[in-house]
Structures are given as structure tokens and as C-alpha cells.
């Protein structure tokens, strides 16, 4: 089956450092790759796309890279701050039947320290 | 422009008892996703709307669960009767476009617990 795995275990790092998170498929080869933010008792908030054509994508302070072979997608938050403390979901799109959908990873949890 | 919106933000019921999630999506997008979150669990996907149509039904745990979305616009989401592991976060999501490589909006979720 499709299988999504990001580190378990929280990321803690310093303030102006750059926090490197990981997703790591399986048993698919997904077309399209997403990064979303959660912070508690709210809903995901999109943050980046990826298509399986694409090695890397930015968006001012963030990196999102793509590798196919690997089957893994890195996510970098550069010169970190406090308030991107919050919990990364990764998702890759995937298929039952003809029918697409989103299969999430757990999250991990990151904290920055002033 | 407004978010997309569920209702209620919680919600605690007796095991057997009925319950009815509410989600407005955002004005002009016709694609609705209804998603689950169990606690220690990842997202599940529950289900699509596209307009009024159910376009994939096929994440929906059991016949307990009625999801409808009369006139294209907002959606509900029926538990009848609720059993405890129906207990988790629900989420609505909406998007413009029809496949997977636009962006989803999410609501804020309905958690439900069930007792």
C-alpha cells in the first residue's frame, strides 16, 4: 500500500538556523508532492507544490526538493524563526481507481528557539 | 475573502446518538474534500464533491457516514448512529481546481468526540 513517512520524533533548532525536514515514500510514484503547515486547533495551510518534474521549488524562505530515485522530498525553512514553529505535513497525491487523492504523512513537529 | 468555515468547532456525543458536521467552502470553489484525523493517525481522506456531484465517495469508513452538498454550495456530513472510533478531527477543504496540484484551503476542523 502507500506509505508516507516524516520524522517522528520533534525538531528543535536554534534561531537563524535551517531546519531540514523529511518525507519519504513508498509503493507509488506520486506526480505531485505538498508541504503544509498546521498549528494547533487549526486546518492545514498549503505551502508549496512540487510536480514530479521538478528537483527543487522556492518560496522566499522555503525549499522544497523532489527526488524521484530517492523516493523523498526535503523541505528547508532558512533563517528560521520562532513563529515558524509549527507542525510540516507532507502529501503526495495518489490513486484508488481512476480517482485521485491526497495521502498525508503524520507530521513533524518542529520548534525554533529564540 | 472569507475562509472556509465548519460547524460546530466541537462537538461531544453519546455513543448511538446522531451529529451533523457543517462546512462552507470558499464563494466559487466547486471542489469540496472532507477529511478525518484520528488522534496518533494521519489525515484520511473521506470524500469529493465536485459541484453537488460526488466525484469519490471511496475514503467514507461506512454506510453510518452521509455526506451531501445540496445546490453545489456548502456541505454536511452526516454520523448516524456514532460509534467511539468515529471520535477525531474533521476537516473540509475546497479548491478551485479539480485535480490534486491546486492549492487546498482548509477549515479550522469539528473535533468530535464521542462517549
Known amino acids: 500500500s502507500q506509505k508516507i513517512e516524516q520524522n517522528s520524533e520533534a525538531l528543535n533548532i536554534q534561531e537563524g538556523k535551517t531546519a531540514t525536514l523529511t518525507c519519504n515514500y513508498t509503493?507509488?510514484?506520486?506526480?505531485?508532492l505538498q508541504w503544509y503547515r498546521q498549528d494547533p486547533g487549526r486546518g492545514p495551510v498549503f505551502l508549496l507544490l512540487i510536480r514530479e518534474n521538478e528537483k527543487e521549488k522556492r518560496k522566499e524562505r522555503l525549499k522544497v526538493t523532489f527526488d524521484t530515485t530517492l523516493k523523498q522530498s526535503l523541505f528547508h525553512i532558512t533563517a528560521s524563526q520562532p513563529a515558524d514553529s509549527a507542525t510540516y505535513l507532507c502529501a503526495l497525491v495518489g490513486y484508488a481507481g481512476n480517482n485521485r487523492k491526497l495521502i498525508w504523512g503524520l507530521g513533524t513537529s518542529l520548534g525554533v528557539n529564540p | 475573502e472569507a475562509g472556509v468555515t465548519q460547524f460546530p468547532s466541537h462537538s461531544v456525543i453519546e455513543k448511538g446518538q446522531t451529529v451533523t458536521l457543517r462546512c462552507d467552502p470558499i464563494?466559487?470553489?466547486?471542489?469540496l474534500y472532507w477529511y478525518r484525523r484520528v488522534m496518533g493517525k494521519e489525515i484520511k481522506f473521506l470524500l469529493h464533491?465536485?459541484?453537488?456531484?460526488?466525484?469519490?465517495e471511496s475514503g467514507m469508513p461506512n454506510n453510518r457516514f452521509l455526506a451531501e452538498r445540496t445546490g453545489g454550495t456548502y456541505s454536511t456530513l452526516k454520523v448516524q448512529p456514532a460509534e467511539l472510533e468515529d471520535s477525531g478531527v474533521y476537516f473540509c477543504a475546497s479548491s478551485r481546481g479539480q485535480s490534486m496540484n491546486t492549492e487546498a484551503f482548509f477549515g479550522q476542523g469539528t473535533r468530535l468526540t464521542v462517549v
Open positions: 464563494s466559487g470553489h466547486d471542489n
Open positions: 509503493n507509488y510514484s506520486p506526480a505531485y
Open positions: 464533491f465536485v459541484k453537488e456531484s460526488k466525484q469519490d
